[in-house]
C-alpha cells in the first residue's frame, strides 16, 4: 500500500528545463514553500552542488523532485571515453527514463539511477514511491516526445548568455574559487551542445522565464529584466497579466509606493508571439529596495493564482535571503510555483469528481 498517493489520484508531472547554475535549486525551493509539506530530502546546497548529498531526489508528502542527472547512460569516466557532453542526448538514457515517468504517472513505485555529482559515477537505485506532484527537473526533460507527452506543464529557466556568465562567477570564483579562465572555458565547451540540444526545448514549454540584462542602463550589467512567457491554450492555465487582459501596458510604479534603486523599476504586459504560438507576457526591469512593497505591484496582478491577496509577498518574504528575491527572478519564479499549486488543485479536483461519478455510476447499477 502506498501511502503517499491517495487511492485514484494520478501524479501530475511537471518538467522544469534549464542548464546547470541556472537557479532550478533556487526555484524548487520557491515552489516547495509554497506546497508546505515536510521535506525528508536534503534541501538548500543546490542540486549537484558538491556536499555528499546521499541522493539528488527531493521528497515531501507531497512533492519529489527528480534530477534528470540520474539518467546519465554513462559515468563521468564513460564520458571521457566517449568524448561526448553530458548535455548529449547520446549520453542520457531517453528509454529508461520514459518507462519511469509512466510508471510513476500510473502509480507505481520505480527504482531510479543516483548519478552522484561528485564523484561522478552511478551509485546503486533507489526506490522511488510516486506522490501528488512529481517534479522532473534537469537538461532535457522536453527532449523526448514520449516523456513530454506524459508532463503536465512545462517550464524552462533561459538565462541569457551574459547573465549566465555573471551567476557563474559569482558562484564557481567568488564561492569555489575557479579561475575565470577556466569559467569562460567550460562555457564554450558546452555552448555547441548546449543550443543543439537543450535550448531547443523552449519553445515546446508552457511557461518560459526570460532572464537578460535591463534595457534601462546600457552600461548597468547587474541589473535583470525578467519576462515570464506564458502559452495560451494550456489546460488547466489561464496566464497572468498586469491591469486589463489583452492590453498592452508599460507601466513604471509609482516612486512612493515601490522604492527601487538606480536605473529604477519598470514593468510591461500584454500579448506577444513566441516562436509562433500566442503569449501572453509580463515583464520586470530592475530591482526593487522594499520586499514589502512588492503588494502594490501584486494588487495590479491578475490571475496570480493566490489564495489571499497579499499571498505571492508573503511567499517572496519567506524566502527573502534567497537569490533574486529582490527582483523579477524571484517574482516569476513565484508565479510560476502558484500556477503549479493551481494546476495540481485543478487536476485533483478534477480526478475526485471522476471518482465520486463513478462510485454513484455503480451504486446506482
Ligand atoms: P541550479 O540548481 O540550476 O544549479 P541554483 O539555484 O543553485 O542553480 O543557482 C546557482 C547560482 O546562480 C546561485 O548560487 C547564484 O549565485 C546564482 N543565481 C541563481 N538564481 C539567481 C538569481 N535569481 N539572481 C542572482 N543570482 C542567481
Ligand atoms: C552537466 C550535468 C552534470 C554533469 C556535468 C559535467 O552539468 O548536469 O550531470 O556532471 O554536466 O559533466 P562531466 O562530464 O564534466 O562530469
Redesign the pocket.
Known amino acids: 500500500l502506498n501511502m503517499a498517493l491517495p487511492e485514484g489520484v494520478t501524479p501530475i508531472i511537471i518538467g522544469v528545463a534549464a542548464d546547470?547554475g541556472c537557479g532550478k535549486s533556487t526555484f524548487m525551493r520557491r515552489l516547495t514553500n509554497i506546497f508546505g509539506g515536510d521535506v525528508v530530502g536534503p534541501l538548500g546546497g543546490g542540486f549537484?552542488a558538491p556536499g555528499g548529498w546521499e541522493t539528488n531526489t527531493l521528497v515531501s508528502d507531497l512533492t519529489t523532485v527528480i534530477c534528470l542527472?540520474d539518467y546519465?547512460l554513462n559515468d563521468?569516466n564513460g564520458?571521457k571515453v566517449t568524448g561526448l557532453?553530458?548535455?548529449n542526448p547520446l549520453e542520457n538514457n531517453f528509454d529508461l527514463m520514459y518507462e519511469q515517468v509512466k510508471a510513476l504517472k500510473e502509480g507505481k513505485t520505480v527504482s531510479k539511477p543516483i548519478?552522484n555529482?561528485v564523484n561522478?559515477t552511478l551509485d546503486t537505485p533507489e526506490t522511488i514511491e510516486p506522490t501528488p506532484i512529481i517534479i522532473f527537473e534537469?537538461?532535457h526533460p522536453m527532449h523526448d516526445d514520449r516523456v513530454r507527452d506524459l508532463l503536465d506543464f512545462t517550464l524552462y529557466l533561459d538565462i541569457s548568455p551574459d547573465v549566465k556568465l555573471n551567476w557563474k562567477i559569482q558562484r564557481d570564483m567568488e564561492e569555489r574559487g575557479h579561475s575565470l579562465e577556466s569559467i569562460m572555458a567550460s562555457i564554450e565547451a558546452r555552448k555547441p551542445d548546449f543550443d543543439a540540444y537543450i535550448d531547443p526545448q523552449k519553445k515546446l514549454s508552457d511557461m518560459i522565464i526570460e532572464v537578460l540584462p535591463t534595457n534601462l542602463d546600457k552600461e548597468d550589467k547587474k541589473t535583470l529584466r525578467v519576462r515570464c512567457i506564458q502559452k495560451e491554450g494550456v489546460p488547466d492555465f489561464a496566464p497572468c497579466y498586469l491591469f486589463d487582459s489583452g492590453s498592452t501596458i508599460e507601466w513604471t510604479p509609482s516612486p512612493e509606493k515601490l522604492s527601487s534603486p538606480a536605473p529604477g523599476i519598470k514593468l510591461m504586459s500584454g500579448p506577444e508571439e513566441y516562436f509562433g504560438s500566442k503569449c501572453q507576457v509580463v515583464e520586470m526591469d530592475g530591482n526593487f529596495d522594499n520586499l514589502q512593497e512588492l503588494v502594490y505591484i501584486e494588487s495590479a496582478l491578475s490571475n496570480t493564482k493566490t489564495k489571499f491577496y497579499g499571498e505571492l509577498t508573503q511567499a517572496m518574504l519567506a524566502l527573502a535571503d534567497a537569490p533574486g528575491s529582490n527582483n523579477g527572478t524571484g517574482l516569476m519564479q513565484t508565479l510560476a510555483a502558484f500556477a503549479i499549486r493551481d494546476l495540481y488543485e485543478k487536476k485533483s479536483a478534477q480526478a475526485a469528481k471522476a471518482k465520486k461519478e463513478s462510485t454513484t455510476a455503480a451504486a446506482a447499477a
Open positions: 546547470s549537484g542527472d546519465h563521468r564520458r557532453t553530458a548535455l548519478y555529482h561522478g534537469g537538461l
